[in-house]
Each structure stands twice: as structure tokens, then as C-alpha cells.
């Protein structure tokens, strides 16, 4: 039995109409954990989906090494055993879908307690992966729930998990069937401090296990457990080095930025902005399901033009304190919560509400219909619509390819949104928010995916805008070098409880 587990030589990868890679080479050896890094749109997703067989294959093989060996061991006699089965990928967007199976969820079905009650449990979802049988099963039901910190919410809906408890169940999901090689794409991405911290211990225990890793992800976040990086940069692997001789330091990108600010200035069309005395106003605000408290006696008062940081670890009740501000929660009509001078419950429309808001998230990508251009997705901020279901309006589209240009993302323009790369995807969810020029923006971790110059530009654009508009803002993140200098004010929860 030899070392390697798996080898690609010579390969052109092709999706749709694009060619990925050309005379693509990577090996992976037994005892080999590797860390894929490299700038935003490099090819680190598409490396790992070429690795999960997702992409068609033109030249050049790749050999599944590991099957062999793993068939040699252990003798089956089931015609539908793949190597695809002893791959598993993780990916930044999850699949689940309704109980019903008829649709994939909605936006604000978590906050509806009928219809999110239409999901399945943490448990049931895991309960039905199917798995390989094996006497020397090292990831069980029951290990891979206390490792993943998972007992708590086993009952939970998944529409109602946060952003890191979501990573942590599909991670679970994937170790449940005890592949040979588990592949990540930025999985520290939207964890806390104290999580990041965890993983470190538990990809540990992950390889120790006898799974080879190979994961995309910054190279200022490398675990220990990682033996190979590859620097991949145009669909080029250009570097591969040994942990032991890699010094992140040499791969500190450009973050130099210039920010147009007349032309920023122009999009931004402060004339006739309202003037409100409170944007949002909430009073001992208590939010429950079922038994569980999600906030507790909560006050929080923004005025105009103010920059707010709400922060707080994953699970702490952040998002469920924006859907009360942007319209996607019901809650708000029992409680006390001043939108814009207005009470909720007094006659003021969710749609009125929207318009005067700018709001994005971290899943909020995965909610728009999947033949919608970048352009068209930008466009359907006028109408706080995910997706654009009416003609286009040409004002209004050159309004969003400006956008796209001022966020450097105008190449993408007629791209459908599903087909670039997670971080160009965020950016223009961005462009979205910003494109009607509303009087609050709500950023709830919008850097998530992008490389150094992306955040950096990114965060120079908010600066800017802050400066030449009266926008009130809230900025949530797990970074502190992400937060904008613009922002003075901070809301910190923790439990449902502002500390």
C-alpha cells in the first residue's frame, strides 16, 4: 500500500463556458493536511470542487488513490459505492430544504414560528445522513454532536441556527461520514474568537483520526494540524510550501486603495434626506421561543447619523436583534420598538420599513433566484426585493454598474450572481444596499470571504460614505480590524443580554 491518497496530473477543469485550471498538478499523501490560500477569484473553491469531482474534467486524469486502497481493505458488494463517497466537502452555503421538500427556505422563515417549524431538527438531519458501514467507525452520532458542541441544540430547527452554529453542523454532517479526505472552504469564517479557537482543537482531533484535510482559507489563519500550503493565484498553483518554512508575512497583499469620492459623492445624492429624532428606539425589549430566551431586557437607543458596532460571540441574539429593526421579525409588534420616529404596530408597513433601511448578512445570498445577473441582483435594492422580477430600468441599472464599479466588482456585471466567487457575491449584496441610498445601513459581517485589498477597499468605501452622507450605521463582525474607523459606539451582547 503506497503513501498517496490522491493525485491530479496535467488537468483542464472546465465549468459552463470557463476554463478553471490548465495543466492543473496536486498531489496528496498520507499523513498530508494542506491549506489553500490565495487572493479572491484565485480558484481555492474551484481546487476543492475539482478534489470533489463537481467539475468537468478535459484532459489530464486524476487518481482516486485512497478508493482503491479502501476497497482492497475492505471488500464491498455495492455497485453505488463511489470515491465520491469518501469525499467530503463543506462548503460556505449550506442545502437544506423545507420538511415539505418542496422549496428551499425563505429569508425570514426563522422568525415565523409556523413556518419554521416546517425544517427539520439538528438531530433528524444528522439521523438521516447515510453512512458507510464499518467496525472501525470513528465519527459516530454521538462523538461528532459533543465534539461539535452540538448537545443544545440537537431539538433546534435549522432555520433558526445562527451562522456558527450552522458551520458547526455541516461540519458535523461531513464527519459523520468518516470520509479519507474532508475539504473545507473557509471554515473559520463567521466564528467568534473563542470558536476559531476550538476548531483549532477539533480539526486536531480530525486529522489524528486518520482524515486528510485540505482547506481554503487565509494565510493569517493556518491551524496547526496543516503540514502543505499552496498559494494558488489566476488558477495557478504558483507556490507549494511546507508548513515548517511558511511565513505568512510574504503573502501580505496589496490593501493600497483609492476611493473616488466625487463620484461617490454624486451616488450618494444626500438632497432632501429626512431628518429623524430617533432612528431606532427599543425599550426592555423580550424576545422567547418557546421556553428559550433569546433577549432579555434589552435597551438600545440610535440616533441619527451615529455608527454603531454591535458585537458579541455566535449564538448571542445579534441577528435576531437586526430582524427587529429590519422588518423581518414579528416580534417587534410585542414589544416597545421605535422605527424612524414611528412605533411599530402603528400602521407602518415591513415595506416601509425597508426602503428606508440597507441591510445585508452572511446567508443572504443564498435567497436569491439563481438566473439573476449581479447586475439585476443590484438593481432589486430600489425594491427591497431578493431578485429583480420586473424589467430592468435603465437609470436605474447604470446606478448599480457605477456601484459595481465604485466596490471594483464591475467585470461581473452581466455574470449570473450563483457563478462568481463567494466574496465578489458579497460585494455585490453590498452594491445592493447601498444602491437606494438609505438613511440606516445594516452590515452583519459583510467581509466574510474577502481577501485583504477587498476588506480593505471596502472599508475605506464606508469610511467615505460616512463621511460625505448623514447614514446612520450598525456593523457587525468577529474581526476588530474589520470595523471601520467611522464607527464610535458600541452594542456588546452576549446571551440576549447587552454586557
Known amino acids: 500500500m503506497g503513501t498517496q491518497l490522491l493525485t491530479i496530473q496535467h488537468v483542464t477543469v ?53 478508493f482503491d486502497d479502501f476497497l482492497a481493505r475492505r471488500p464491498v458488494n455495492d455497485d453505488n459505492l463511489t470515491h465520491h463517497k469518501l469525499i467530503a466537502l463543506v462548503e460556505s452555503k449550506h442545502h437544506f430544504r423545507n420538511l415539505s421538500n418542496t422549496t428551499e427556505f425563505y429569508y425570514q422563515q426563522r422568525y415565523n414560528s409556523s413556518d419554521s417549524e416546517d425544517a427539520l431538527t439538528v438531530e433528524e438531519y444528522l439521523r438521516q445522513i447515510k453512512v458507510i458501514d464499518d467496525a472501525h467507525t470513528y465519527w ?10 452540538l448537545t443544545a441544540l440537537r431539538n433546534k430547527q435549522l ?124 425599550n426592555h425589549v423580550h424576545i422567547k421561543y418557546g421556553d428559550k430566551v433569546i433577549q432579555d431586557n434589552v435597551n438600545w437607543q440610535i440616533l441619527p447619523s451615529e455608527r454603531w458596532a454591535l458585537l458579541g460571540p455566535n449564538g448571542a441574539g445579534k441577528s435576531t436583534l437586526l430582524s427587529l429593526i429590519n422588518g423581518d421579525n414579528p416580534q417587534a409588534y410585542a414589544n416597545d420598538i421605535i422605527l424612524f420616529d414611528k412605533k411599530r404596530g402603528t400602521g407602518e408597513s ?56 465604485a466596490l ?34 445594516i452590515f452583519d459581517e459583510p467581509c466574510q470571504g474577502m481577501d485583504d485589498h477587498q476588506q480593505n477597499h471596502f472599508k475605506q468605501v464606508v469610511n467615505t460614505i460616512c463621511e460625505l452622507s448623514p447614514v446612520t450605521l450598525i456593523y457587525v463582525t468577529h474581526y476588530q480590524h474589520e470595523i471601520p474607523d467611522s464607527v464610535t459606539k458600541v452594542l456588546r451582547l452576549d446571551k440576549g443580554i447587552v454586557v
Open 159 to 282: 432555520i433558526k441556527l445562527s451562522n456558527g452554529e450552522t458551520k458547526r453542523l455541516m461540519l458535523a454532517a461531513a464527519l459523520l461520514k468518516n470520509p479519507a479526505i474532508l475539504l473545507l472552504d473557509n471554515p473559520l469564517t463567521g466564528l467568534d474568537i473563542q470558536t476559531r479557537a476550538a476548531f483549532n482543537t477539533i480539526l486536531n482531533e480530525i486529522t489524528a483520526s486518520g482524515i486528510s484535510v485540505v482547506m481554503a482559507t487565509s494565510p493569517h489563519e493556518i491551524p496547526d494540524s496543516i503540514t502543505h500550503i499552496a498559494a494558488l493565484d489566476n488558477g495557478s498553483i504558483t507556490q507549494v510550501i511546507e508548513k515548517v518554512d511558511f511565513n505568512p508575512g510574504l503573502f501580505i497583499e496589496d490593501t493600497s486603495t483609492k476611493i473616488d469620492r466625487d463620484k461617490l459623492s454624486a451616488l450618494l445624492n444626500n438632497a432632501d434626506k429626512p431628518h429623524y429624532s430617533h432612528i431606532v428606539q427599543m
Open 350 to 405: 415591513i415595506w416601509d420599513i425597508k426602503k428606508k433601511i440597507g441591510f445585508v448578512s452572511p446567508e443572504l445570498h443564498q435567497y436569491f433566484p439563481t438566473d439573476n445577473s449581479c447586475l439585476q441582483v443590484i438593481e432589486s435594492g430600489y425594491y427591497d426585493t431578493l431578485g429583480l422580477f420586473r424589467p430592468s430600468q435603465k437609470a436605474k441599472a447604470d446606478a448599480a454598474l457605477s456601484w459595481m464599479q
Open 14 to 66: 472546465r465549468y459552463l463556458n470557463n476554463v478553471l485550471f490548465t495543466n492543473l498538478n496536486f498531489n496528496l499523501n498520507k499523513g498530508e493536511n494542506w491549506a489553500i490560500i490565495g487572493k479572491s477569484g484565485s480558484g481555492k473553491s474551484a481546487l476543492l470542487q475539482t478534489i470533489a469531482g463537481r467539475f468537468n474534467i478535459t484532459g489530464g486524469e486524476i487518481k482516486y488513490i485512497f
Open 140 to 149: 459516530t452520532f454521538d462523538k461528532v454532536i459533543i465534539t461539535l458542541n
Open 408 to 441: 471594483e466588482i464591475d467585470q461581473y456585471a452581466r455574470h449570473l450572481l450563483k457563478n462568481i466567487p463567494a466574496s465578489a457575491q458579497r460585494l455585490c449584496l453590498l452594491a445592493r444596499a447601498l444602491i437606494k441610498n438609505p438613511d440606516l445601513l
